[in-house]
């Protein structure tokens, strides 16, 4: 995509594209894996470059991103807010518009999503997000892909989101980043989700940034929210940014921990998920996590599949 073109887009929020682009992407995701697992080499970002912003801690983000760039041909700058100086001040717009004249796209953890946009609007080549305190779409992208692997059917582009329809997807946990993004998906994507968070942490529709309460239902107990779900999900109690909440949190958050019993409810097939990293003990038990009905090492993996096909689109738009 060369800057300045109005069809540049951004990944700002999950509902930033349509539901016909995330079949296109989760189709596309497939071939990508599938080659890479075949040792297919397919490098159509040969001398693009993306930069990586953080101001957050991450592995899977920072790993499936760099990797991800290299085997498609391209290279990667990454910045810190320590070793740049966004962390002495330079206003975001400056950075943006310096940092997108000199590379093809870019993607940002931060904190306040404001700054993420303030960011995008500046840039002159599209813009992702990598984490904010609101959303985290690349990682709701991978665990929608990580069920439609693993419930879905072997079909293509037609019937990819069809295994989607009507299924509840039960969120036990803080009404945090990962719980917007999963509303945002439900939204778009024609799924429910079932949420259960301690008094004071529910999900605010306004930050969620979802039209209306169709897309959700809230249960006071964790167990209610798991009865009958496809999938069962959690997050940490303490995400990036609220350390100094924690031990509040380790006393509300205490019943909010998946465990047997929990799945037990669920239907027999429910998978388990969690973004990672994962605090056995707290947020789920080892048994659960490490137990027969967690996928959560396939949804890290596909993290990088379904990035590779996010950065492809954004910059070369759609394949064939
Ligand atoms: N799930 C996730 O985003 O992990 P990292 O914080 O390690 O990037
Ligand atoms: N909700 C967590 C997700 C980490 C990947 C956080 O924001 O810290």
Redesign the pocket.
Known sequence: MKPGLSLMKHFLQFKDLRTEEYAYLFDRARIIKTRFKNYERYQPLADRTLAMIFEK??????VSFEAGMYQMGGSVVHLTTGDSQLGRAEPVEDSARVISRMVDIVMIRTYEQAKLEAFAAHSRVPVING?TNEY?PC?ILADIFTYIEHRGPRGGEADVLQCLKGKVVAWVGDGNNMANTWLQAAEILGFKVHVSTPSGYGVDMAVAGIRDEQCFKVFNHPLQACEGADLVTTDVWTSMGYEAENEERRKAFIDWCVDDEMMAVARPDALFMH???AHRGEEVTAEVIDGPQSVVWDEAENRLHVQKALMEYLLLGRIG
């Open positions: 801690a991450s592995t899977r983000t920072r984490l985290h990682q973004c990672l990293p």
